[in-house]
């Protein structure tokens, strides 16, 4: 059983349409960050949150954080060919100590253009 | 920039061969990780380390063991590979921020046990 839970696990859009993936759990997080991997390389850090509520934004992607760090969620706005790939989240518990960070499975999207 | 290195990009190996998979990282971090990526089952954490020569075990350490003789080079080892080991071994090294870890991950291995 996942601690996190991804959904959905695939995704497939047309360029310029908007999308969200989610990233749920029953546990509480001290933070929670989000990664992209693109084929055949490894995940890269995109953002990390803290805060219950949090929203943070790079560019076209808006992050946010549950009230209840119990979830997350990512949104991409005009998405683009460039978005195209396997978006993980990962998260630590509050119960957990340093170096237990867990990853959900993930959710592939594809961007075409 | 930041480079995490993994020796090989695919390997085939045979059941019952030991093998080595080397990390190197050149950002001085002291954290380093050696996750499995499945698909369907994400990145599931073997082992980390804080410090040279010193390791914990992850969440499915059976069956593999690691060494970490100098900062920069974490090695995973497969003592005796099973088929059930075929997977894509990613290697990851940290620094603490104010808002948690920060990994870094390398490109992966590709591994095949036949």
């Known amino acids: 059983t996942q601690l996190l839970e991804q959904s959905p696990q695939f995704l497939s859009i047309q360029e310029g349409e908007n999308l969200t993936v989610y990233c749920n759990s029953s546990s509480v997080f001290s933070s929670l960050q989000w990664y992209r991997q693109e084929p055949g390389e490894g995940p890269v850090l995109l953002v990390t949150?803290?805060?219950?509520?949090e929203v943070k934004k790079l560019k076209r992607l808006t992050f946010q954080f549950g009230d209840a760090r119990k979830d997350s969620s990512l949104h991409i706005t005009a998405a683009q060919p460039g978005d195209t790939g396997l978006y993980l989240c990962?998260?630590?518990?509050?119960?957990?100590?340093?170096?237990?960070?867990?990853f959900g499975a993930g959710t592939q999207v594809v961007v075409t253009p | 920039d930041v480079k995490v290195t993994q020796s090989s990009r695919y390997l085939v190996k045979r059941t019952g061969e030991k093998v080595f998979l080397e990390c190197v990282q050149d950002?001085?971090?002291?954290?380093m990780f050696w996750y499995r990526q499945d698909p369907g089952l994400g990145l599931r954490l073997i082992y980390f380390?804080?410090?040279?020569?010193?390791?914990e075990k992850g969440d499915i350490p059976e069956g593999y063991s690691v060494s970490r003789e100098k900062k920069e080079r974490f090695s995973l080892i497969l003592e005796s590979a099973s088929t059930n080991q075929t997977s894509m071994y990613l290697c990851?090294?940290?620094?603490?921020?104010?808002?948690?870890?920060?990994?870094?991950f390398g490109s992966g291995t590709q591994l095949s046990v036949l």
């Open positions: 990851a090294s940290s620094f603490e921020t104010g808002s948690g870890e920060k990994l870094f």
């Open positions: 380390s804080y410090d040279v020569k010193m390791k």
């Open positions: 950002m001085d971090h002291e954290n």
């Open positions: 949150v803290v805060t219950g509520g």
């Open positions: 990962a998260a630590t518990k509050t119960t957990d100590s340093w170096g237990k960070l867990q």
